[in-house]
């Protein structure tokens, strides 16, 4: 049974940093494509970012240079480290996991990923 567990989300100002962490169990991080998507009221969930298994890494327009993706295999752990928070970045963000995909492979549609974590809500205040 595949379990993801997001955690580190809060209320913070503009300008801060925040870091988000998946666990998982029932899977493996290092060969399973990980993601971040967020999902603000009223919207559709978006992309915004992901590790393949061979670990290259793309990042939605809006947070390229702002959040760094990153795993830690040890911990079977996936974190997203968000600087320079936005109030625009005000939204629940989920853990996603994509089994069996290929080795350089990122997918940007929800449909591709295949477990979902509960979320977790951040909130920048301006």
């Known amino acids: 049974q595949v379990q993801l567990v997001e955690s580190g989300g809060g209320l913070v100002q503009t300008g801060d940093s925040l870091i988000l962490s998946c666990a998982a169990s029932g899977l493996t991080i290092s060969v399973t494509t990980m993601g971040w998507f967020r999902q603000a009221p009223g919207n559709e969930r978006e992309f915004v970012t992901a590790i393949s298994r061979s670990g290259n890494t793309d990042y939605a327009g809006s947070v390229k240079g702002r959040f760094t993706i990153s795993r830690d295999s040890a911990k079977n752990t996936v974190h997203l480290q968000m600087n320079s928070l936005k109030p625009e970045d005000t939204a629940v963000y989920f853990c996603?996991?994509?089994?069996?995909?290929?080795?350089?492979?990122?997918?940007?549609?929800?449909?591709?990923?295949?477990?979902w974590g509960q979320g977790t809500q951040v909130t920048v205040s301006s």
């Open positions: 996603a996991a994509g089994e069996g995909r290929p080795w350089y492979w990122i997918g940007y549609d929800t449909k591709m990923y295949n477990y």
